[in-house]
């Protein structure tokens, strides 16, 4: 059979390759010959590998910045939420206040506060105009806070009953018996130890720890009935001549933000 010349280089082409195929010097030149395509392809799947694990690696962390601010939004969200809910029952307790004979009580709020003396003293935006004086009381919902210490025209600072200058006598109510007292603020300017002590009750006088305290109105510069605190701890002997007793304060000093100023009617 003959073949032409182009089929003959054909077959012997096709045989050389056989060999080539089976023979491990074949194996290598096919390897030596196809090396650079390997290394372009692995390269380009290399590259292809970082470059998807860089977007998906940027995409997880805007998604987590997004959360983060997302959460930082949230609780800025429930810290005006809990300040406005705590304003609110501020404001309700104002409306419980009973009304006073000879007393008109005026809606207040704290304007300033100094986180040095924070127990001690704040400012409110009300003032002489308003008709203060020094000594008006000063409520925190239905309790006395403490008194209007100086007064401006349109504002007044006030001093609290945790503070030493703040004094006033009170009466001490005591299973059937009634003691006349002077309560005195004696916490500190700031931190947790907010409280004061009522002192000069008789030396024989039976204190019971629970006991109510009450401004006594003794003198007239305050309304007498206005609730205070309570006797906390067992009373205690002063120089052998009169009796003390602690008192936890009813009003929580460290919220206060509206108050009610209790200024004499005008008749």
């Not at 056989?18 to 390997?38: E, H, N």
């Not at 506060?113 to 020094?134: H, S």
């Not at 209007?148 to 005591?174: D, I, K, M």
């Not at 007239?220 to 205070?228: N, T």
């Amino acid at each position: 059979m003959q073949f032409s010349k182009g089929k003959k280089w054909c077959i012997i082409l096709l045989l050389i390759l056989l060999l080539l195929g089976v023979s491990t010097l074949g194996r290598r030149m096919a390897s030596g010959m196809m090396a650079p395509f390997a290394k372009v392809t692995r390269s380009v799947n290399n590259f292809i590998s970082l470059l998807w694990e860089n977007i998906f690696h940027s995409n997880r962390l805007d998604e987590l910045q997004k959360t983060e601010i997302r959460l930082q939004q949230l609780e800025v969200r429930i810290a005006e939420l809990d300040k406005v809910q705590e304003e609110n029952r501020q404001l309700r307790a104002m409306l419980k206040l009973p009304e006073v004979k000879d007393w008109t009580a005026l809606r207040g709020e704290m304007v300033m506060r100094d986180p040095a003396t924070w127990n001690w003293n704040f400012r409110i935006g009300l003032g002489e105009a308003d008709g203060l004086v020094e000594g008006t009381p000063v409520l925190f919902g239905t309790f006395l806070a403490g008194r209007v210490g100086q007064v401006f025209r349109r504002s007044a600072t006030v001093e609290t009953l945790a503070n030493p200058a703040c004094a006033l006598s009170v009466y001490v109510f005591s299973g059937d018996n009634v003691y006349v007292g002077v309560l005195k603020g004696n916490g500190q300017p700031s931190g947790d130890n907010i409280s004061a002590v009522v002192d000069f009750l008789p030396k024989h006088a039976i204190i019971q720890e629970g006991a109510t305290v009450a401004t006594s109105g003794l003198g007239g510069e305050l309304p007498g009935g206005l609730p205070i605190g309570v006797i906390r701890g067992k009373a205690y002997l002063v120089d052998d001549a009169r009796m003390a007793a602690n008192v936890a304060l009813n009003a929580d000093l460290r919220w206060i933000k509206f108050v009610s100023v209790l200024v004499r009617s005008n008749k």
